[in-house]
Each structure stands twice: as C-alpha cells, then as structure tokens.
C-alpha cells in the first residue's frame, strides 16, 4: 500500500468579524434587496471611518472619538 502524503495546509485567511450588523443593515434598506458582498463593502467603508476618525483624534491630542471626527 502507498503512503499517503500530506497536503500542505493552504493559508487561509479568516474573514474578519463584520462590525456592522446583517439585519439592521438590511433593515434600514427600504425599497432595494442587498446583495451578499454590499455588506463587506460597507464593513470596509466603517473600517476605514473609524481609522480616520481616531487618526484625527489622536492627530487632536483626544483620546476619545467624537462626532466632528468623521
């Protein structure tokens, strides 16, 4: 019987965790469906905010994100 070889493990990355939420996001939708891949989409654009925004805290001497941030 021949030995079996082992499959060399693929990286596989681990889809990072949505920060926004399915549903409501597909609540507040009123007269569209949303598609599969709009969802990473906007995880993305949040991401990207977010880091703006503490960027611009920081760049402000803040430890805290406010509203004029974004």
Do not use: H
Not at 48 to 55: C, G, Q
């Amino acid at each position: 019987m021949a030995a079996r070889r082992k499959k060399k493990a693929t990286r596989s990355r681990k889809p990072a965790e949505l920060i926004i939420s399915k549903s409501r996001t597909k609540g507040a939708v009123k007269r569209c469906n949303v598609g599969g891949e709009f969802y990473e989409a906007l995880d993305g654009a949040v991401r990207d905010m977010i880091k703006s925004a503490e960027a611009r805290a920081i760049g402000n001497k803040r430890k805290t994100l406010k509203a004029v941030d974004l």
